[in-house]
């Protein structure tokens, strides 16, 4: 879709079948990374034969989402190729050798321009990769290009005037989220398995529930940061995987974690996350959790609240102390904070870099102008009651090991708008459909979006699990055993097929 262009809210609603996994090569874009790197371990599949796949799935898929915004076809397909001789030689670099993937159009590429949805950033491009990045580039896995977002990442679904709406691959009318909406619009219509995405608010979490995929937010510094856009959100924002499976979401983090010398954050989350604390060791296969259905008495779509109480009873068949209450935090200085924080960090933005303050939307010139006039007392404030977020939270984990909550609060609305006005039929503000998500973030915790199941008119939904700080592969473990006992990868949007069944 070319720059600009933008996506019209008026296509039919696209419906659900479920499809076992495709092993021919007309359907190798439908092949999860660990069957893909498997069958090019057994010289089944090459690493340019879905390449050549991946590019025509995009061709077929992408005029309609408009969720890839830059792409890199001669460049992929030499990557391609060089995998292939990898292989060949036996001598792959990593489980993700040859396994396509799309960046986030917030973590700058070398390569590409990292235009952060804005028209201020048209024509930026970083002299270097973003650590993680580079990280995916040496493990050898293929950049097939850029996804959409939101102007600066800082809504919850996807629109800017630089490239327009991305739409939800399982109705064309509907948003898939944000802000990482291109990279799970893309990834639920299988242009690439798995994306990179970043998380600051629920970013990661929440589009993974409105497209039926897997989101992992980490522990901030599990995936080390550096050479990236200035932060906008503190420390909040980390860089995370989106897959259909837990197992896929699980071999992109491993490939990406690990400490950097310039991210010190890094070295508190590695340290963090060896040893286990016996408390989990010895609930290995029985853990404590609290199940928390809302915060404050918010509003929950009915479809949301029945579909993650079912799932309740799936953990509980698993064998887990599954409880219901109120989640025992104070949260209610999120509510001020929230807004404050993106607007002091715009107004730091552009007093750094004047240069992108004129060409920006008029939206976030006045967002920056707010920041601007607000006192450094109240940051200060906000700072100190994070901190304080953080040690409560530490007294919370000796109690449960796991919290679970809906991923979102509502399904996807008209993806022309910024959010959904009415929740269950009560009125709410901007963030009513992500009251589960930022404290998360605020809290510097690993949580894992998973999905349950589809409402009855076939949209996706999740659940979001949260642990401890550095508890990333808990997390993990239990995300793996709930998909085997409810698994959700043969659901498919029908999106670029004949037919639907």
Known sequence: MA????VGLTMKRVTYHLEEPATGQADVWRLSAAQLHRQYLEGMLTPRAVADACLARLDAVNPQLNAVIARRDEAFLRDADA??????????????????????????????PTTWGSPALRQHVADNDELPVARLRAAGALIIGKTNLPEFALEGYTDNSLFG???????LALTPGGSSGGAVASVAAGVTPIALGTDGGGSIRRPASHC???????????????????????????????????????????????????DRRSYAAESAKTPVPEACESRATSLRILYVPTLDNAPVDFRIATRCHDAMA??????????????????????????????????????????????????????????????????????????ALRRDCVDLFSE????????????????????????????VGPRGHAVFTAWVNAAGLPALAVPVAPSPEGLPMGIQMISRYGADDLLLDLGEAYEAASPWAHRWPSIGTTSAQ
């Open 3 to 6: 720059a600009g262009a933008h």
């Open 83 to 112: 995998s292939a001789e990898r292989y060949a030689r036996g001598q792959p670099l990593s489980p993700l050798d040859g396994v396509p993937v799309s960046i986030k159009d917030n973590l700058q590429t070398g390569d590409l």
């Open 165 to 171: 709406a991305t739409v939800n691959p399982w109705d």
């Open 212 to 262: 039926g995929l897997v989101g992992f937010k980490p522990s901030i510094g599990s995936i080390a940061r550096d050479g990236g856009l200035p932060s906008l959100l503190l420390d909040f924002e980390v860089a995370g995987p989106l897959a259909r499976s837990v197992i896929d979401a699980r071999t992109l983090f491993n490939v990406l974690r690990g400490p950097h010398p310039n």
């Open 314 to 387: 799936t953990l509980r068949e698993l064998g887990h102390d599954v409880q219901q209450g109120e989640l025992p935090l104070d949260l209610s200085f999120m509510t001020q904070a929230w807004p404050v924080i993106g607007q002091v960090g715009l107004a730091r933005l552009f007093q750094r870099h004047p240069q992108w303050r004129e060409a920006c939307s008029t939206k976030y010139l006045d967002m920056a102008e707010q920041g601007s006039r607000h006192e450094a007392s109240l940051l200060w404030q906000i700072i100190e009651d994070v901190e």
């Open 400 to 427: 449960y090991d796991i919290l679970i909550t809906p991923a979102t609060a509502a399904l996807p609305w008209p993806a022309g708008e910024a959010f959904p006005p009415i929740i269950a039929g009560q009125p």
